[in-house]
């Protein structure tokens, strides 16, 4: 079993930055490749980053290419989102999740899900 809770979400202005945290718990952290997703209302959960166990390779989705990283260390059981040069189109509760092996694009891959945070931006 692992255990998720992102933290890290908030209001901002479009343009704007914030930083996402997902802490992990449980089982060997650097077991799972882990994934950041988003469900906006009324909007089925689409994917948003991935990052392999060791870190050494990223995903993204499209949307968000060039303008978020997803990052991990390791050492103390954590994966961020760094997202930069936020948009409306990107509200919405973000959730990290963890997946055995190989990272996926797919959310039902995915083993291990947080509780999400809220993020909100304003134009």
């Known amino acids: 079993q692992v255990h998720l809770v992102e933290s890290g979400g908030g209001l901002v202005q479009a343009g704007g930055s914030l930083r996402l945290s997902c802490a992990a718990s449980?089982?060997?952290?650097?077991?799972?490749?882990m994934g950041w997703f988003r469900q906006a209302p009324g909007k089925e959960r689409e994917f948003v980053a991935a990052?392999?166990?060791?870190?050494?390779?990223?995903r993204y989705a499209d949307s968000v290419k060039g303008r978020f990283t997803i990052s991990r260390n390791n050492a103390v059981n954590m994966v961020y989102l760094q997202m930069s040069s936020l948009k409306p189109g990107d509200p919405g509760v973000y959730y990290c999740?963890?997946?055995?092996?190989?990272?996926?694009?797919?959310?039902?891959?995915?083993?291990?899900w947080g509780q999400g945070t809220q993020v909100t931006v304003s134009s």
């Open positions: 449980g089982r060997t952290f650097s077991d799972y490749a």
């Open positions: 990052i392999t166990w060791s870190g050494g390779n990223t």
């Open positions: 999740a963890a997946k055995a092996k190989f990272y996926s694009g797919s959310s039902y891959e995915y083993d291990y």
